[in-house]
């Protein structure tokens, strides 16, 4: 995934980006980095491994290390970025956040006519491009950046929300073609903000002051904001932001995430209750942590107590910490689970958690729980079955669709025939919905499972239907 944030103020810009950038670090892991320009030293930039520790450990002298009324800075779950671009727009500093599928064909088109040549980051095919560095490169094809950014979104197949710092000292700012990710701008007496997340501006002292629509393309100073290129009508904003990555203290469209997750509890206990399902629950918990705010919904709506009974221990290990052997790490992940034996033994236990993908990491905690005396394991998924992985966005918890729980379960139960009937799969009142959900209860030992329905899902977060990503679910991008 990956975010960014920027700044155009009538002061400096650097503190408030590297307060805004670290407020992003919840979407990402590999790559961060930050450029500014100041009409003395003109444009700096630093980019920095964030692996191993975090953005703020790598970039706490920044301060004496750029100086500028303008910045930029994101956090990147693949490319170094931004990149510095000298081209016919002159010199300027370029992070994009999103997906390129069509790398490729883009690629070779522009180098039968240009003669230019892209940074090989890899040395076999031409998929090793930096996906910024792509996206500027269709830019420079046009005679200014609106058109340049325009004909870059019309031409990618994926997804791309880019942020620009040029050497006038302005920002441009422009959102995905259907408002896949969030773009909103922020301001303060002294200037203005662009951001992923809300929340980091909110914590700056900047208020909301617009949030782009879909394509939307504006130039930003610390003087205004000056509109480019208008907003698109068809927008199919991601899910998943509310249900499981966006940050709990942030709104996208309005709607906040944690309330959202609140809802969607609700919305999955009050359908448990009509249908006499897993009635009789000592404790509803969450999957830590992102399961845990749907849990307290369901907890609210069903009055059955809220529990936590295992707790993460984190404080010694960082989020990145990802050993590359499947063994060490469930080995990691056992380490960190706490019981709290009196919340655990006999008692009946209903998780939730924000979706269930592969289901390895759920099995071993349900083995966890029996291990410390739980009577039963009834699990919760807070959306519905993941059917088909994302093509829209660098969102991937699973390397390929057939390491998908429902994927491969359809096709233990009756081999690849079963995926023309993924709908009737993902109806839980449906045999074959129900044949998978008791398959998979069997393999990994739940008492019970559900899923969130996809009407369920689209009203919790409460907007249009046809608004909202749903492809994960139901293969409708
Ligand atoms: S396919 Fe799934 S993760 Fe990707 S944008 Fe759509 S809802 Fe979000």
Redesign the pocket.
């Known amino acids: 995934m990956g975010g960014f944030f920027g700044v155009a103020s009538k002061n400096d810009a650097v503190l408030d980006t590297f307060f805004g950038v670290d407020y992003h670090s919840h979407l990402g892991t590999r790559r961060a980095g930050m450029a500014a320009m100041d009409p003395e030293l003109g444009m700096q930039r630093k980019i920095h491994k964030i692996e191993n520790s975090p953005f703020r450990t790598k970039f706490e002298r920044i301060l004496d290390e750029m100086e500028g009324n303008t910045a930029i800075g994101c956090i990147s779950d693949s490319d170094a970025q931004p990149l510095l671009i000298r081209s016919n727009h002159g010199l300027y500093a370029i992070c994009t956040i999103g997906i390129i599928n069509n790398n490729d064909e883009l690629v070779n088109q522009y180098l039968s006519f240009s003669g230019g040549h892209f940074g090989a980051m890899t040395t076999t095919g031409v998929t090793g491009i930096n996906a910024s560095e792509l996206v500027a490169a269709m830019i420079d094809q046009k005679s200014d950046f609106a058109e340049g950014i325009k004909f870059a979104q019309d031409k990618i197949d994926g997804t791309a929300s880019i942020l620009i710092l040029k050497e006038d000292g302005k920002l441009i700012a422009a959102r995905d073609k259907v408002g896949?990710i969030p773009v909103l701008v922020g301001k303060r007496e002294d200037g203005y903000c662009v951001s992923f997340e809300d929340f980091a501006y909110k914590k700056l002292g900047y208020e909301d002051y617009k949030e782009l629509g879909p394509g939307e393309i504006v130039e930003i100073s610390a003087d205004g904001v000056e509109l480019l290129s208008p907003a698109r009508k068809k927008k199919k904003i991601?899910?998943?932001l509310w249900s499981y990555y966006g940050y709990p203290t942030s709104c996208y469209e309005g709607i906040n995430v944690e309330i959202m997750r609140y809802r969607n509890g609700q919305i999955m206990a009050k359908r448990d209750k009509e249908l006499g399902l897993a009635q009789d629950i000592d404790y509803v918990s969450g999957v830590p942590d992102s399961g845990t705010p749907h849990a307290i919904g369901y907890s609210n709506e069903s009055s059955v107590p809220f529990a936590r009974p295992f707790i993460k221990y984190t404080p010694t290990w960082p989020r990145s910490f990802m050993p590359s052997n499947q063994k060490e790490r469930s080995r990691v992940a056992k380490m960190k689970q706490i019981p709290v034996h009196d919340l655990i033994k006999d008692k009946k236990l209903l998780f939730v958690d924000d979706s269930i993908v592969r289901g390895t990491q759920l099995r071993e905690t349900v083995e966890f729980l029996y291990e410390n005396g739980a009577k039963e394991v009834h699990m919760r998924s807070a959306c519905p079955p993941i059917m088909?992985g994302?093509?829209?966005?660098n969102?991937s918890r699973a390397t390929s669709e057939m390491e998908l729980i429902s994927r491969a379960t359809i096709m233990e139960l009756e081999g690849e025939e079963g995926f023309k009937h993924l709908d009737e799969y993902s109806d839980a009142s449906s045999e074959r919905g129900k044949k998978m959900r008791k398959a998979i209860c069997e393999k990994l030992n739940f008492a019970s499972l559900e899923f969130q329905t996809l009407e369920g899902i689209v009203e919790a977060i409460g907007l249009p239907a046809d608004e909202v990503?749903?492809?994960?679910w139901n293969g409708k991008?």
């Open positions: 896949r991601c899910a998943f088909y994302c093509k829209y966005l969102f990503c749903t492809y994960c991008g």
